[in-house]
């Protein structure tokens, strides 16, 4: 039998009772949620990024879910992401052809997230992005914001969300290029640089 010490904090591992919950690592999350784009399209993307409490530490059991128009900025209106075999039930994944749009994904143990997906394109007067919804243990409520990405200056400047910013809370809803293909984007829930989160009412 293993003694833990229990007379220094950092060695005991929370358990649901030291938490505030709900947890989603259980269920939730599917194989393959961060392949949206299909399988070797070469327009994919990659979006990635942590999830940050308020203390700045990354976030090991969040979910991720992403959503984005096709590249001709139309919601894409197909099967569901979450195929079963009509046979045995179980889990088949994506069909790797169609563009749902859709994924979720779950972050690692650093608070790591990322999604393979196609560029979107603008809709409406908006510059083009990707919708997406947070849920992490101590939010009672997901929370809404917007991974813009960069690319047209102009289009980002005009969009009627990010005019509506100043500079500090615009950029943390614009994504930052690391190569071709590849962004960063952070979440962070609270304090010094929480991203801009949106309410639907």
């Keep these: ?10 060695s005991v591992l929370p358990t649901p009772s030291h938490t505030v919950g709900p947890f989603y690592g259980y269920a939730l999350p599917f194989r393959g949620g961060e392949d949206i784009a299909p399988l070797g399209h070469p327009d994919t993307i990659t979006v990635h990024g942590y999830v940050y409490d308020g203390e700045g530490v990354g976030l090991p059991d969040a979910l991720v879910e992403v959503w984005g128009a096709d590249p001709e900025g139309n919601v894409p209106a197909v099967d569901g992401s979450i195929r079963r075999d009509p046979a045995s039930g179980g889990y088949v994944g994506r069909n790797g052809v169609e563009f749902t749009g859709w994924g979720r994904i779950q972050t690692d143990a650093d608070g790591h997230w990322y999604a393979r997906t196609l560029r979107p394109g603008a809709r409406g007067d908006s510059a083009p992005y990707l919708s997406v919804c947070v849920f992490a243990r101590g939010l009672l409520m997901h929370l809404f914001t917007r991974v813009y990405l960069p690319g047209d200056p102009a289009a980002l400047a005009a969009d009627p969300l990010l005019a509506g910013l100043d500079d ?8 930052r290029e690391e190569t071709a ?15 801009v989160f949106l309410e639907f009412t």
């Design 1 to 10: 039998m293993t003694k833990i010490d229990t007379s220094r904090p950092e």
């Design 181 to 195: 293909g590849t962004y960063r984007f952070d979440i962070r829930l609270q304090g010094e640089g929480e991203t």
């Design 168 to 175: 500090a809370r615009r950029e943390t809803l614009v994504a």
